[in-house]
């Protein structure tokens, strides 16, 4: 028998208009994008034709940007609470899986296990949590507080909050409720565990009021790339979405997490390493450019100024000469590896401000490609197969077309290829994805006390 050939994960990570900063000015852009139902229905079931893995949102708790005047000339001030949303796209879709980031930073874990038991029963087994924490002052300030939480602190509560998340998962096992009216037997009260935690961050008794999924459990997904992230992803994550520029720096970070899951017990297949990617496609290299150079042209200098400062940990860069040197910036409490990456990115290319913020407006720190589809899926073919990634989060440049350029000039090359599949093999988010259902623990003591 023939061992399968292993194939590429694709996400279509939407946002809004699109992810270059200034998609909204497109010409083909949907403005109202972050309030238009219709058009999150069309996306996702764009992507399900095309038999994405899954559909993933990002989200904030704060419009973040503290400079109005930058946040009035982008698009990114308005967008639907992600579960929701997701909620509402499992009905008009049946097969993709549904991706939501929620932060462990201001919710609590019993409301957040609830909501996404609920999306995955709702969905059939197709939810996946986006495990983050969040890392600005502006949600520090709509949760009574006057400052984020510091870096190792959030860290912290974030493990304790995934253990508790699970373990309320796991309130009942799969066969808990016989709901037998002969008998009158609802549910099997020997098949209820209530979880009874007491830890630093949580007090949780439990058990959760949702049965357990038909994927056992949500797909754990997860962020991070500090040195506290990828501990944390090596640990919980079964997912990681991740930015890097360059392809050494995606070998040698799944090189680093495939290691480390094993010291947890782990298989390294049990987590699949996403990198984000940005892809402008053009039939011709010559075409590709010109839609590139159309979304530069767009973009205003006081946005560009302001997005570096969100993503270098809320360093103003407005008093430095915008044609001079990024300055050394000082640590930031925020996004760590981002503001690394950024600052890596400026010194190794000699970058200026200016070209600072032009290099990083479309993919915010992800590769970005621009070419051919031979070219796009030579790059994707290489770090998939040459140790970088097991998929890709693809960013689409505006929406809709830049999702429709991907699936419409990349996809059939990647399939030629035997790198992405022509038809979903299974239901759930877990058996697209190739991971493994979670026996219920109890279930699974029960067997090896048998075999025992």
Known sequence: MTTPKKQIKLGAFLMQTGHHIAAWRHPDAQEDAGINFRHYVQL???????KFDAVFLADGVAVRSENIEALARTARSEHFEPLTLLSA???????????????TSYHEPYNLARKFASLDQISGGRAGWNLVTSATKAEALN????????????YRRAAEFHDVV?????SWEDDAFVRDKASGSYFDADKLH??????????????????????GRPV??????SEDGRELAARTAEVIFVAHQTFAEAQGFYADIKARV?????????????????????????EADAKFEQLQSLIDPVVGLSLLAGISGGVDLSGYPVDGPLPELPPTEGPQSRQRLLIDLARRDGLTIRQLYLKIAGARGHQQVVGTPKTIADQLQQWFEEGGADGFNIMGPWFPGGLDDFIELVLPELRRRGLFRTEYEGRTLREHLGLARPQHPAA??????LAA
Not at 194 to 215: C, D, E, I, K
Request: aromatic residues 6%.
């Open 89 to 103: 796209l499992a009905a008009v879709t049946d097969r993709i899986g549904l991706i939501a980031t929620a932060s």
């Open 262 to 286: 094993q010291q947890y017990g782990r298989h390294p297949d049990d987590v699949k390493i996403m990198p984000g990617i940005f892809p402008i496609v053009g039939r011709t290299q010559e």
């Open 143 to 154: 949760f009574n507080r006057a400052d984020q939480y510091a870096h190792a602190d959030r």
């Open 444 to 449: 699974r003591a029960r067997a090896q006390a």
């Open 166 to 170: 699970t373990g309320l998962w796991d």
């Open 194 to 215: 209530p979880l009874n935690h007491r830890g630093t961050h949580f007090q949780v008794r439990g058990p959760l009021n949702v049965a357990r999924s038909p994927q």
């Open 44 to 50: 996702a079931q764009k992507a399900e034709a095309a």
């Open 220 to 225: 754990v997904v997860q962020a991070g790339a």
